[in-house]
């Protein structure tokens, strides 16, 4: 059993060599294996600098807090280091990598992340059966990382790249964006396979619940001005979906 525990993290973006602002101020949160937590929250709350600052993205600064990965610190890990230790974060916008065919680029990561190149008989079989799984065109395999393909089709690579390299940890950042209703089920059964298969523990980052009909969450944390501001269960996003955001965001502004 796996668990990722954020204390007290308080964050800030860097804006220039001399200038930053401050993020996150105060983010207490605990992943196990198996477990899901959805992060819901308004634009501009902090929740996809939640999930870069934990990933280590050199354009956010940790100012105090912790995050342990089964006891470790991860923030005293490279970038390297966090993805071999078992985190793995889907890219709210996945960058197109020109010259770099996905092929090899599956592969390179999962040498990297295990340690060792997978036999590529069995590497072979298994890249296959996720992109059947997820319904990619196999020549997309032979194309160069995300070059070229659409907004869908860039969501289910980061999907196979979750299925391939199997972490302890997910961070989803806004999986669903951009995707229409059967995109959206197809991926969400990959995060559901990979949840199963490896007891992975999940941070779902989404502003609709819509996603979450098909990945079932355990807890759901409501986000607003850099913070947790309610908590609770399924029931939670539902509520959210039927009343916004509006409350959290005029205390916010009354604070």
Do not use: C
Request: aromatic fraction near 4%.
């Amino acid at each position: 059993m796996s668990t990722l525990e954020i204390k007290d993290l308080q964050a800030s973006v860097l804006l220039d060599d001399e200038n930053s602002k401050q993020i996150l101020k105060g983010v207490n949160i605990t992943i196990n294996s198996g477990e899901v937590h959805a992060i819901m929250g308004p634009n501009g709350s902090g929740k996809s600098t939640l999930a870069s600052t934990i990933a280590g993205h050199p354009k956010f600064r940790v100012d105090s807090g912790s995050v342990t990965l089964d006891g470790e610190n991860v923030l005293d890990m490279s970038v390297d280091e966090r993805a071999r230790a078992g985190l793995f974060l889907a890219m709210q916008y996945p960058v197109e990598i020109p010259g770099v065919t996905t092929s090899n680029f599956l592969r390179s990561a999962k040498t990297a992340v295990d340690g060792e190149a997978p036999s590529l008989r069995t590497w072979t079989k298994d890249v296959k059966a996720v992109a059947e799984q997820l319904k990619m065109d196999p020549a997309m395999i032979q194309r160069n990382v995300n070059e070229g393909f659409s907004g869908g089709e860039k969501k289910r690579m980061e999907i196979m790249q979750l299925e391939l390299l199997k972490p302890k940890m997910a961070l989803l950042d806004e999986t669903d964006s951009g995707l229409d209703v059967d995109a959206l089920r197809v991926v969400s059964e990959g995060v559901n396979r990979a949840k199963e298969s490896n007891d992975m523990g999940v941070m779902l980052i989404t502003h609709y619940n819509r996603i979450l009909r098909y990945i079932k969450p355990d807890y759901v944390h409501v986000f607003n001005d850099g913070r947790i501001v309610e908590q609770g269960g399924p029931e939670l996003a539902v509520k959210l979906e039927e009343e916004g955001y509006d409350k959290y965001v005029a205390a916010a502004a009354g604070r």
